[in-house]
């Protein structure tokens, strides 16, 4: 079921269709209401990528807040959301509690040679490479008749609800049919899960068992709202909703994806860690030793049928001897993460494992995919 609570200090904002943001009624979600100077405008302008101009516009001078008018970067920002081309509100950083401490708009610019894919990005299927990497690709591993189990129960989780599998931050958790138990993962697919446990033994991680929060994630092709609404502007109705009701701009993609029943929030995820970190004795940043994630392409090519291949729409990441042997300590930003991004090209049945440090982002929504995303922690450990 479906709900919502609305902030206690609501305006109306009317949408096609007729209905007002504040008539909405939309179950289990919260919206947050939000002052106009956020926690996260203590980050620098050029790291955040919502609408400066209203999130961190009364933010003082002071220099607990990077982020405010007159910064470094409050202008352009300012004019990049006014264009509507922004993704989230906040910081790049991490999804799970991780870090967005390397994150440093002074940091020294990249230089990225034509040795560099070959050299950091070719190597993920090589377990001789695993430590220094932090990454380990494993091609058509999940089960066909598994795999089609969970595609078909993906298939039974209704719209528009399904367009929020992935859609947990901070504020609003995700759909609880988009989240499966570990006895459901050991139950319903129990050849993966062995599968997942044989290669963390194989790597090292012998004491690793998948357990903790596992999570369907669908992105989904936006051109079916264009379609919707053809010549309408439809990217600004995200910014003009956070606006006029102070909320944040994940609460605003789900009231107006569960309104029109559309991806108004598309399962888009800009770069992130998902585990806290530390610096280790050189210097660089590291997740804890415990802390491994999976992710698995289910399905792709959703969207009317298409046939891609592999080229679009999967997960691109930062492995850690690249990054070490680029930047400075704690000191890389959202530039340099952008040039040492391997795109990892996914088929149906693949699967990624990769430390919880690994900087990491969406590559597109080129196309509609469905991944799955698991928890790995040591044995007899909880949440």
Known sequence: ????????????????????????????????????????CAFSCQVLNGDVTWECNTCPEDAAYRCRPGAQGYEQKAAQATGGDQKSSSPVSSNDGGSALTMNDSCEM?????????????????????????????????????MRRMIDYVNTIPYPTRYLCGASDNDLPAPESCLLSDSTLRNDYPLFISFVEDKLREIGKGLHRVSGNHEIVLVSNQDRITRKYPGEPWQTWVENLMHMEGISRTAAEWQLTIEHNLPFHNGYHSWHTDSIGQLDEEGRFRSHKDSWRVWVMVQRNLTQGEQNG????????????????????????YSQLEKLGCTLHMEEGDIVLYAGHIWHRSQDSHNDRISLNLDVEPSGSRK
């Not at 009624?25 to 947050?32: D, I, K, M, Y």
């Not at 850690?320 to 930003?333: E, G, I, P, R, V």
């Open 310 to 333: 592999p080229a679009d729409t999967n997960l691109v990441l930062v492995p850690s001897n690249a990054l070490d042997s680029h930047t400075k300590h704690m000191c890389s930003s």
């Open 110 to 146: 990249v230089h990225v040679d034509q040795h560099y894919e070959k050299e950091f990005c070719s190597s993920f299927e090589d377990i001789s490479q695993v430590d220094a990497s932090g990454v380990i690709v494993y091609r058509k591993a999940f089960d066909e008749d598994e």
């Open 1 to 40: 079921e479906l709900g919502y609570s609305a902030c206690s200090s609501v305006r109306s904002v009317m949408t096609p269709g007729g209905a007002s943001a504040a008539a909405l009624v939309v179950a289990g979600f919260l919206v947050r209401c939000s002052a106009r100077c956020e926690d996260y």
